[in-house]
């Protein structure tokens, strides 16, 4: 039977053009662009105080956490707010089953308490500058890809050598607007970074994977910590002489609360959006890519939760792996459904037509772009062939079984015992880079769990990609175990070194190139490798057609639409975004208030259920209505909703006023707006926010670290509020699609 798809649109009746969010990731050097409508919204601030290399700004108090997240500077003293999930795996560095932070927190009453983690960094921008001439210069409309890309690397290379040169500064050259535009960015690097506060998880993941992505949501979702510089105030590895940073900004703490309509911004490292993706790339997300990782990864938490129900131990072991795998895994289910109830590949195929029409009445442009369409969709015909097998690649194989990935960082050494010419020295220094990993790899490892992903990785790969696409030592062991993946990881793990700490470290007393050559683990994780990369070269042409289409379609949209400030995809750079504070309508006849209280935890509680137990201190706390001043008239509010746009790298982002004061943390989005990486749902993209009142009272109130509370500057009045008071959602309703059999 036919299925009848009924879409009933969205209705929206009287909304104020300022009343709906705005997209855009903006960049800070540029955002005098913005500030009219920023300033009508209710911004105190001026570009300046945002953005300067002249003098201290919010760019200043806002870093790059570890290697994936943001967090900001709240003292004089260093001291940095990120979220729980942020730091969670900093948490469990530190943590062992005696002293288990993850799940009792922990809090340092003075510096000589806290816990310094190996391996965390922060980054500070020093400045961002254009660089699309330097980028570009001796290019020519003739070069081929490969070429082009070779002399943009070459150029960029020079640019940041110049501009890190004599210094300690980390330089990066990015691409924006599908390589149309080049801007540099620096960075200073710290080093000694140490624990200082975390709640438990019990409160830091409240909720945990079942309210992961939902509103409402109750979860205390931050972690504390601090940067240390050398004693003259320069970064420095870890010292026990070393000092507390003194910051050129931090934020202020607002506490007087939010109201529905405030303005608000968030500043933060939003890591990857795909706003210009063709209808192509939707068809093939919602058709190939997003279901073939659902997938796997839905094997691989399974196997994880198996393990780590069985055995407390193995549960701290794995949760920061099991967290991380969980979070886009639930991402890509949301993203597909928003994707098919949007009519994404709809809205995408009608700007496309408006493009392909704009070209026909402008010969001028259609010689310039009229090739641009053409090459995205002939390279996605291609590149599709290849979905299954890449991506099986990339979670089965790359992020799958640990036991492959531990094999695939002795092939520095391999290569270094095989030289014609042997060379000790350098043998010896990759030894003793290896040594630095193998007790914190085996410190969280487990061989049951990692035994049975590697079997049921293979076993996937073996059913779903091509057989043509398949390394022939998958085939080859698919037939001597006659199928058996299980008999097959048993194998590997009985003759591997790479499953025993003990034995990869006699391995490296005594490296051997006949022992590494034969050792299962190791020759598996070489022939996929080997097997993709002559994949990968059968696609590059591909997608280097891919890449030029894209880079023409975006250049000829921006030059179709003139006056349209586009903003640019996000990529890891720090990125502006503004809005206000508002509730919304995820479908019809449901309300979602812009806030959620301490009523809901209690409301929640389940002390059978892990994600949702309640510290007993808390609620005391609660029964008691002991919530200080950071209470709202006997109501302890706990998150709340802004209509900014963020994606992944945003974790940990400030969420401050009009004046640049703290008003929270942005740790999550909603799951109706899952497709907004690729498009932004103004009436439903909603940002989620950990209230700064909250923070302080778990702080303050539930772990008694009043001196961490003393450091920071706390601000007990609002902002003036605009002239207009705003309300996204009057009179509005949506309704889902309806499929009807």
């Known amino acids: 039977m036919k299925k009848i798809l009924v879409i009933i649109v969205a209705i929206s009746m009287g909304i104020s053009t300022l009343a709906r969010a705005d997209e855009g990731m903006w960049i800070p050097l540029l955002i005098n662009k913005n500030m009219a409508e920023m300033q009508k919204l209710g911004l105190k601030l001026s570009a300046e105080d945002i953005y300067s290399i002249n003098h201290s700004s919010l760019k200043d108090a806002v870093i790059i956490f570890g290697g994936g997240c943001t967090g900001e500077i709240v003292s004089p003293e260093g001291l940095i707010l990120t979220n729980h999930h942020c730091g969670y795996g900093s948490i469990q560095q530190v943590s062992t089953p005696e002293k288990n932070y993850l799940d009792n927190g922990?809090?340092?009453?003075?510096?000589?308490?806290?816990?310094?983690?190996?391996?965390?960094?922060?980054?500070?921008?020093?400045?961002?500058?254009?660089?699309?001439?330097?980028?570009?210069?001796?290019?020519?409309?003739?070069?081929?890809?490969?070429?082009?890309?070779?002399?943009?690397?070459?150029?960029?290379?020079?640019?940041?050598?110049?501009?890190?040169?004599?210094?300690?500064?980390?330089?990066?050259?990015?691409?924006?607007?599908?390589?149309?535009?080049?801007?540099?960015?620096?960075?200073?690097?710290?080093?000694?970074?140490?624990?200082?506060?975390?709640?438990?998880?019990?409160?830091?993941?409240?909720?945990?994977?079942?309210?992961?992505?939902?509103?409402?949501?109750?979860?205390?979702?931050?972690?504390?910590?601090?940067?240390?510089?050398?004693?003259?105030?320069?970064?420095?590895?870890?010292?026990?002489e070393n000092i507390p940073m003194k910051p050129k900004h931090f934020l202020p703490i607002n506490i007087a609360g939010v109201d529905q309509g405030d303005y608000a911004m968030i500043m933060g490292f939003p890591g990857s959006t795909d706003r210009y993706l063709s209808s192509f790339g939707v068809d093939q997300a919602i058709n190939l890519s997003n279901p073939t990782i659902v997938d796997i990864r839905a094997e691989k938490l399974r196997l994880m939760r198996e393990g780590m129900d069985a055995n407390e131990a193995v549960r701290l072991q794995y949760s920061s792996k099991y967290a991380r795998t969980a979070n886009y895994w639930k991402y890509f289910i949301g993203q597909t459904k928003g994707l098919k109830r949007l009519n994404v590949k709809g809205q995408k195929q009608e700007l496309e037509a408006e493009f392909e029409n704009w070209l026909n009445h402008n010969p001028l442009e259609k010689e310039k772009y009229g090739q641009a369409l053409t090459l995205i969709a002939n390279a996605y015909e291609v590149i599709g062939g290849y979905v299954p097998a890449r991506y099986y690649f990339m979670e089965a194989i790359y992020r799958g079984p640990e036991i492959l990935g531990a094999a695939n960082k002795f092939n520095k050494l391999a290569k270094l015992l095989h030289a014609k010419k042997e060379d000790p020295a350098a043998i010896q220094e990759a030894v003793n880079q290896i040594k630095e990993g193998v007790d914190g790899y085996f410190k969280d490892y487990n061989d049951a769990i990692d035994r049975n992903l590697l079997a049921s990785m293979m076993r996937m790969y073996h059913e779903n990609v091509p057989l043509d696409q398949q390394p022939a030592y998958l085939l080859k062991m698919d037939k001597k175990f006659k199928g058996d993946y299980n008999k097959y990881a048993d194998y590997v793990f009985a003759k591997s070194m790479f499953a025993s700490k003990?034995?990869?470290?006699?391995?490296?007393?005594?490296?051997?190139?006949?022992?590494?050559?034969?050792?299962?683990?190791?020759?598996?994780?070489?022939?996929?490798?080997?097997?993709?990369?002559?994949?990968?070269?059968?696609?590059?042409?591909?997608?280097?057609?891919?890449?030029?289409?894209?880079?023409?379609?975006?250049?000829?949209?921006?030059?179709?639409?003139?006056?349209?400030?586009?903003?640019?995809?996000?990529?890891?750079?720090?990125?502006?975004?503004?809005?206000?504070?508002?509730?919304?309508?995820?479908?019809?006849?449901?309300?979602?208030?812009?806030?959620?209280?301490?009523?809901?935890?209690?409301?929640?509680?389940?002390?059978?259920?892990?994600?949702?137990?309640?510290?007993?201190?808390?609620?005391?706390?609660?029964?008691?209505?002991?919530?200080?001043?950071?209470?709202?008239?006997?109501?302890?509010?706990?998150?709340?909703?802004?209509?900014?746009?963020?994606?992944?790298?945003?974790?940990?982002?400030?969420?401050?006023?009009?004046?640049?004061?703290?008003?929270?943390?942005?740790?999550?989005?909603?799951?109706?707006?899952?497709?907004?990486?690729?498009?932004?749902?103004?009436?439903?993209?909603?940002?989620?926010?950990?209230?700064?009142?909250?923070?302080?009272?778990?702080?303050?109130?539930?772990?008694?670290?009043?001196?961490?509370?003393?450091?920071m500057t706390l601000v007990s009045e609002k902002p003036e509020p605009a002239d207009e008071v705003i309300d996204v959602n009057t009179n509005a309703a949506f309704i889902e699609p309806v499929v009807v059999q």
């Not at 070069?143 to 020079?158: F, H, P, Q, Y």
């Open 106 to 240: 922990f809090w340092a009453m003075n510096k000589d308490e806290e816990i310094p983690v190996e391996g965390l960094k922060v980054q500070f921008l020093q400045y961002m500058k254009e660089v699309t001439a330097e980028s570009l210069k001796g290019l020519t409309n003739d070069l081929n890809e490969t070429r082009r890309d070779s002399m943009i690397n070459a150029n960029n290379k020079v640019i940041i050598e110049e501009a890190t040169k004599d210094t300690k500064f980390r330089g990066i050259v990015e691409s924006f607007y599908g390589g149309n535009e080049y801007y540099l960015f620096v960075y200073e690097v710290y080093n000694d970074i140490r624990l200082v506060g975390t709640p438990p998880e019990s409160i830091g993941k409240f909720g945990a994977d079942t309210d992961n992505w939902m509103w409402p949501r109750h979860t205390g979702d931050f972690s504390m910590f601090r940067v240390y510089t050398a004693p003259d105030g320069t970064s420095a590895k870890y010292a026990g």
């Open 502 to 711: 003990e034995k990869v470290t006699a391995f490296l007393a005594k490296p051997n190139k006949k022992v590494l050559d034969k050792d299962p683990a190791f020759e598996a994780v070489n022939a996929f490798f080997a097997n993709y990369r002559n994949m990968t070269a059968k696609t590059n042409e591909a997608y280097a057609n891919l890449a030029k289409g894209n880079r023409l379609f975006i250049a000829g949209l921006r030059e179709m639409n003139p006056e349209t400030n586009y903003a640019p995809d996000a990529n890891f750079t720090m990125r502006l975004t503004y809005g206000t504070v508002q509730d919304y309508y995820p479908a019809d006849a449901i309300h979602f208030e812009y806030f959620t209280t301490m009523d809901g935890i209690m409301q929640k509680e389940d002390p059978d259920n892990f994600e949702f137990i309640v510290p007993a201190k808390l609620k005391e706390l609660y029964q008691a209505k002991d919530f200080g001043p950071y209470g709202d008239d006997g109501v302890m509010k706990v998150c709340f909703l802004t209509n900014h746009d963020i994606t992944g790298g945003n974790s940990g982002s400030p969420v401050m006023n009009a004046n640049g004061e703290l008003l929270g943390l942005a740790f999550d989005g909603n799951w109706e707006a899952m497709s907004g990486d690729i498009a932004f749902e103004p009436e439903l993209q909603r940002t989620i926010n950990v209230d700064i009142r909250y923070v302080l009272f778990i702080i303050d109130k539930f772990a008694g670290a009043k001196n961490l509370i003393d450091e």
